[in-house]
């Protein structure tokens, strides 16, 4: 019976991201329940927003660290995978509420006459600012990783879900599925809003729901590129150009459990906020809508680190900041698992922080 060093369990951002690096270091199978970055990575809007003034203290060197890696990261993945996860930096225009400002270097105000030669088509004024954020397109992002992630011979076992991990002498062997038993010297959980039904797990893990809508031009319509140039975002939307054209608006916040149905009176809400904003949105028409399930927990903290099972490992919790966090997770629990001290203290987000 073949043995990995490391089994993940779940292939979305995170365990796609943390195989490609871990790869390196290790023999690494990635088991997946559906088909790898089909889930939350496949919904996400892909904001690489460091600049949130709505991150938690706790998270702030780890969400200001992978902005920091996203440009590397992003190249080593196109040189691999020979796919690009469309990384634009041309940055974001972002409208605060009077209590609210920027935490991130390079962010400054912008008056009405300078947002007007920004960004032409915006027509929503208040409390503007620049901020130096990047985005990807999380699809072509998941795309890439797994490519990169085969290229470098991390093996994959699709289409059948963890059930439990197997533990012999007190500690974690390998995982079951509904189909079959995969042997390992240690495991990973990064099953996101899936992690804590996966036996033993004692982090409190919940879906988040979160619906989005996809516009594009009329058809006859032409554009050299995007509408909108910057990532835009307010109290009540944000706007996030593409490449190739379309836009991705988003996103609810909703405590649905499993549900992914999409609600047509919240499309409409989206698109028609959008076009507050920018009132060509509101001539484009809806390409597409869907919704995901972000990984919440209980402290809206990610979960990561050793759990109570000796070679049981979680990285998962990352709520609205997987595509956001990618980087720098798969470095620090690449860190862990070969045996050296990470770079970032992970007790803030220990897994037994929710023992009873």
């Known amino acids: 019976m073949k043995t990995w060093d490391v089994v993940i369990i779940g292939g979305g951002v995170i365990g796609l991201s943390l ?13 997946e329940k559906s088909e790898p970055a089909r889930e939350a990575t496949h919904a996400a809007g892909g904001m690489v927003a460091h600049c949130d003034p709505h991150t938690p203290r706790a998270l702030a060197d780890m969400v200001a660290a992978s902005a920091r890696m996203y440009p590397e990261f992003v190249r080593e993945l196109r040189d691999e995978a020979y796919e690009s996860p469309d990384l634009r930096e041309v940055g974001t225009i972002a409208f605060f509420a009077a209590d609210e400002s920027p935490n991130c270097d390079g962010a400054r105000a912008l008056d009405d006459d300078e947002l007007s030669r920004t960004e032409p088509l915006v027509t929503h004024r208040g409390r503007a600012y620049f901020l130096p954020e990047r985005s990807v397109d999380p699809r072509k992002l998941g795309s890439a990783l797994e490519k990169a992630a085969r290229h470098r011979c991390v093996d994959f076992a699709t289409g059948s879900p963890v059930t439990e991990v197997a533990v012999l002498g007190g500690r974690a062997t390998g995982v079951r599925t509904t189909k079959s038993f995969y042997a390992a ?23 988040v729901k979160g619906q989005m809508v996809c516009v594009v031009p009329q058809p006859g319509t032409r554009h050299s590129g995007p509408l909108i140039q910057h990532v835009i975002r307010t109290p009540d939307v944000y706007i996030i150009p593409r490449s190739d054209g379309r836009i991705v608006l988003g996103a609810t916040v909703e405590e649905a459990g499993f549900d992914k149905r999409v609600d047509a009176d ?50 998962t919790g990352h709520y609205r900041d997987g595509i956001m966090l990618a980087p720098i997770t798969a470095h620090l629990m690449t860190q862990l698992l070969t045996g050296h001290p990470t770079d970032i203290d992970l007790a803030p987000f220990s897994p037994l922080r929710f023992a009873s």
């Not at 010297?185 to 879906?207: L, M």
Request: hydrophobic share 45%; proline share 8%; net charge positive.
């Open 19 to 31: 195989a490609w690096r871990l790869q390196q270091h290790a023999s690494v199978l990635v088991v």
């Open 266 to 315: 919240t499309v409409q809400r989206l698109h028609q906020e959008a076009a507050k904003v920018a009132p060509e949105i509101g001539q484009m028409r809806i390409h597409d809508d869907w919704a995901g399930l972000r990984p919440g927990s209980p402290d809206d903290l990610p979960i990561l680190g050793t759990t109570s099972l000796q070679g049981y490992f979680a990285a």
């Open 185 to 207: 010297g240690a495991v990973v959980n990064c099953a996101g809003a899936w992690a804590a039904q996966i036996k033993p797990f004692g982090a409190p893990t919940r879906p």
